[in-house]
């Protein structure tokens, strides 16, 4: 089968590896039929070392179930599933606390031997992983639903664990899918003003779409002081930071206020976050976020794609086959694409 593998920072490459097959009696074996690109795939796009072997790549998939393992019980040959972006068994402690994400036998699709930027991936754990799109499920959905196996979920989560409710004043900061997921995610759960810092106006029109009320392109100090003219010098009682980067987590400190809460689901790329007296402990902010428990949450929010509450595939701008999938990636890299989606 042809599946992606980089070699290095900036090295794409389709190519043919051996089929996966059953090795468990708990795994599936999946066709993929839609995948994408992450925005988190960009930083091994950046920074990977070189590497002779390659590493696969990505962790986002629908497809059919073409085999399953003795012990596998609620999925069947045929069945379309939804392959979130780290497998769980469903049943361990972490499990039924839903964080699923912590699963003492899981892991996740990225960088395994078994990815989804791919023809066909290995789910392990299939009973506790993948989950059944209803039969004859409109094929229009498709992309809406791909989001539930990460981006739309993991602003889902940002906004979950954020406790964001009815009233309540929030920042998002970053408009890349994920952010623009956020602000999808807080207008759902009644958000009331959702401020959007991003400077590219085709995303920040889409977060307006979504439900944003207010748009910040300035960055640094003067973004600070424009979120703190807008929330009447309080600042937000949550802020979802969805890049990843410092700078984003210093203007989520800055905006927040006090006893309010930073969740941060951008995969973040520094080691030192400021927790002291003159970032959170002064301010009795809590600080949350980490990968989202899509497992947890896809089941629920399945319905509101199914009616057409909500249409978080929209974040998909541009459509691709898998052989063309560096172009892709060169696409998001620079910015000429929001998020992309792959046809195997």
């Not at 940002?158 to 009233?167: C, E, I, K, L």
């Not at 301010?283 to 978080?312: H, M």
Request: hydrophobic share 40%; net charge negative; with cysteine.
């Amino acid at each position: 089968m042809r599946a992606t593998l980089m070699y290095g920072s900036g090295d794409v490459r389709v190519e043919e590896v051996a089929d996966p097959v059953i090795g468990q009696p708990t795994d599936a074996l999946v066709r993929v039929t839609y995948a994408c690109v992450c925005g988190s795939d960009l930083h091994p796009y950046h920074d990977l070392e070189s590497t002779t072997e390659g590493r696969r790549m990505g962790h986002e998939a629908i497809g059919v179930v073409e085999a399953v393992g003795a012990d596998v019980t609620t999925l069947a040959v045929g069945d379309t599933v939804i392959v979130p972006f780290a497998w769980s068994d469903g049943t361990c402690a972490f499990c039924q606390d839903g964080i699923t994400t912590s699963c003492v036998h899981g892991g996740f699709f990225d960088g395994a031997p078994s990815a989804t930027q791919a023809e066909k991936l290995l789910v392990p754990y299939a009973d506790g992983t993948a989950v059944k799109v209803p039969e004859g499920t409109d094929e229009s959905l498709m992309p809406s639903l791909l989001t539930l196996s990460d981006v739309y979920l993991t602003g889902y989560h940002a906004a979950s664990a954020g406790n964001v409710g009815p009233g309540m004043t929030v920042t998002v900061i970053g408009d890349g899918a994920v952010g623009l997921s956020a602000v999808l995610a807080a207008h759902q759960m009644g958000a009331e003003t959702i401020i959007l810092m991003g400077r590219h106006t085709d995303r920040t029109d889409l977060g307006k779409e979504f439900g944003a009320t207010h748009v910040v392109a300035e960055r640094g100090e003067e973004g600070i002081a424009r979120v703190m003219e807008i929330t009447g010098g309080e600042g937000s009682h949550v802020v979802l930071e969805a890049v990843g980067h410092m700078p984003a987590y210093e203007q989520a400190v800055a905006v927040v206020r006090p006893g309010g809460v930073v969740s941060r689901v951008g995969v973040p790329q520094y080691e030192d976050a400021p927790v002291g007296f003159a970032s959170l402990f002064g301010k009795n902010a809590t600080l949350t976020g980490g990968p989202a428990t899509v497992r947890a949450y896809l089941e629920a929010v399945l319905p509101q794609v199914l009616d057409g509450t909500i249409d978080p595939g929209r974040v998909f701008d541009r459509e691709l086959p898998l052989a063309d999938i560096a172009e892709a990636y060169r696409l998001m890299d620079q910015r000429k694409a929001l998020k992309v989606l792959i046809r195997p």
